[in-house]
């Protein structure tokens, strides 16, 4: 848990509730937390959920590990400790989008449960929806996929403290949505997904007549 150093704050709460800013914008926020191994497909769902979806014309954004990097955690690394911090941060950028009435598709591999599990604790203390979407490849597929090369690079020992083969990975003990994406097509994972925010009331998807 990051330390609250500043001092002399107080939290200004606005005029205009969540129900209110949800009911003018007629939207309903919810986090999707995508979580799994490098390869595993995260990304690739997201982004075509997030297509979906506003074409749909559901309000939503995609966060996506190697983005944020770029920008708000450039200055963390891969260590256990920088991996939590740059979890934490993400947990509170999307526990803000979700609070203006985004879905927002976080894809993080987030390798530590405890990590996800404060980034859950985060958004439930405020009544916001989290939900862990676990998309699960076994090691060898996502392997077999490696675009970026980055498990030739550990495997050759190039990169130290990588997912799956020299770090741990902690699967979700009870995750809301399950992704078998080594088995699953991209268009079959993405409608489980949507069928699932469908049916928890979260977006309505109109089909064409």
């Known amino acids: 848990m990051a330390e609250q150093r500043a001092t002399n704050i107080v939290w200004h709460d606005g005029d205009i509730t969540r129900d209110e800013r949800w009911g003018a914008l007629n939207c309903t926020g919810a986090t999707l937390w995508f979580t799994g191994l490098s390869g595993s497909g995260k990304s690739t769902v997201a982004c075509a959920l997030e297509q979906a979806l506003i074409n749909a014309g559901v309000y939503c954004y995609r966060l996506d590990g190697d983005n944020i990097r770029h920008g708000l955690n450039k200055n963390l690394g891969f260590s256990a400790d920088d991996r939590a911090e740059n979890i934490r941060r993400i947990g509170e950028v999307a526990k803000l989008f979700t609070d203006a ?59 130290k403290g990588f997912t799956g083969i020299d770090d741990p990975y902690e699967e979700p003990s009870n995750p809301e949505v399950l992704l078998n994406t080594g088995e699953q097509t991209l268009a079959e994972s993405v409608q489980q997904v949507l069928e699932y925010l469908e049916a928890e009331k979260l977006v309505r998807i109109w089909s064409p007549a």
């Not at 985004?102 to 990590?115: E, G, H, K, M, N």
């Not at 929806?129 to 498990?151: M, Q, T």
Request: net charge neutral; hydrophobic share 35%; aromatic share 8%.
């Open 101 to 159: 009435g985004v879905i927002t598709l976080s894809s993080f591999i987030s390798p530590y449960r405890a990590d996800r599990d404060e980034a859950r604790a985060l958004h439930e203390k405020d009544g916001l929806r989290f939900i862990e979407v676990y998309v699960n490849a076994p090691l060898d597929v996502c392997e077999s996929r490696d675009v970026k090369g980055l498990y030739k690079k550990a495997r050759a020992g190039e990169i």
